[in-house]
C-alpha cells in the first residue's frame, strides 16, 4: 500500500512512519499542507493520513482543496480535538474517517485497511503490495524484488527507494523528494547519498537498471 502522511509533529510523523513501513508500505512524508497539496499533484496514494492542526493551511482546508481537484483518495484524520464538531465539520469537506489523539497504533493500521478495502470494493488482490514493471517485481509485504524471476538481495534503504521508485512511475522525482522520504528530514539535502544509492540500485537491476533515467538538473525518473 502507498500512503502519504501530513503530519507536521516530526516525533508523531516518525513513529506513524517507522510503523507503517513494517506493515511492508510504502510512506511519504509532508510536514505541512502545502507540501502535502504539492505531493499529490505528482503522485498517486492509496490511503492519506492528514492531521487536522497543520501550519499554515489547517488539515480540513487541505482535504476540501483535493476534493475540489476531484482527488478521491481515502483519507484518515487524526485530530487531538475529540469535538463533535470538528469530526462533523471535516466528514463534510471530504475525509473519510476520524482517529483521535493518543491513539492505539492497532487501531490505526485497522482503519488504514479498512478505509483501502473500502476503495478497492473489497478485492482481496488489491493489497498483495506488490509492484509490477516488466521483469522486475517488488513485494513490498515480503520485502523481496525479483529480477526476471530471480530474487536480488536488496538493502533496507534500497527496498525504501526502489518502493518510491516504482510507486513513482514514468514521473520526475527530485534528489530532496528522495531523499526525505527515504532517510528522513534529518539528512543533510547536500550530501550525494541519493545518487550513490541509485547507482548501486542500477547495477543490482541489471538490464533493468537503464529503466531509472537522470532528470537533467531535477532528480531520477523510473519507467
Known amino acids: 500500500m502507498n500512503i502519504l502522511l501530513i ?6 510523523a516518525d513513529f506513524i512512519r517507522r510503523g507503517l513501513k513494517a506493515e511492508g508500505w510504502v510512506v511519504e512524508h509532508a510536514g505541512d499542507g502545502e507540501t502535502g497539496l504539492e505531493i499529490m499533484q505528482d503522485r498517486t496514494f492509496d490511503v492519506i493520513i492528514l492531521d487536522l492542526m497543520l501550519p499554515g493551511i489547517s488539515g480540513q482546508k487541505v482535504c476540501q482543496k483535493m476534493r475540489a481537484r476531484s482527488n478521491t483518495t481515502p483519507v484518515l484524520m487524526l485530530t487531538a480535538l475529540d469535538s463533535t464538531d470538528e469530526r462533523v465539520a471535516g466528514l463534510r469537506l471530504g475525509a473519510d474517517d476520524y482517529l ?3 491513539f492505539d497504533f492497532d487501531e490505526l493500521i485497522a482503519r488504514v485497511q479498512a478505509l483501502h478495502r473500502r476503495a478497492t470494493g473489497y478485492n482481496s488482490d488489491a493489497d498483495d503490495g506488490k509492484l509490477q514493471h516488466r521483469g522486475l517485481v517488488y513485494d513490498s509485504a515480503a520485502m523481496v524484488l525479483t529480477v526476471d524471476g530471480v530474487t536480488v538481495e536488496l538493502s533496507a534503504k534500497e527496498r525504501d527507494l526502489i518502493a518510491i521508485l516504482m510507486t513513482s512511475k514514468n514521473k520526475a522525482l527530485s ?3 528522495i531523499l526525505n522520504s527515504v532517510w528522513g528530514t534529518h539528512e543533510d539535502p547536500m550530501t550525494n ?3 550513490v544509492y541509485i547507482g548501486r540500485l542500477r547495477k543490482k537491476l541489471g538490464p533493468y537498471g537503464q529503466l531509472i533515467t537522470t532528470v537533467r538538473g531535477a532528480g531520477y525518473r523510473f519507467g
Do not use: H, N, Q, S
Open 7 to 12: 503530519e507536521d509533529e516530526a516525533r508523531v
Open 175 to 177: 534528489r530532496e523528494r
Open 193 to 195: 547519498v541519493v545518487d
Open 100 to 102: 483521535p489523539k493518543p
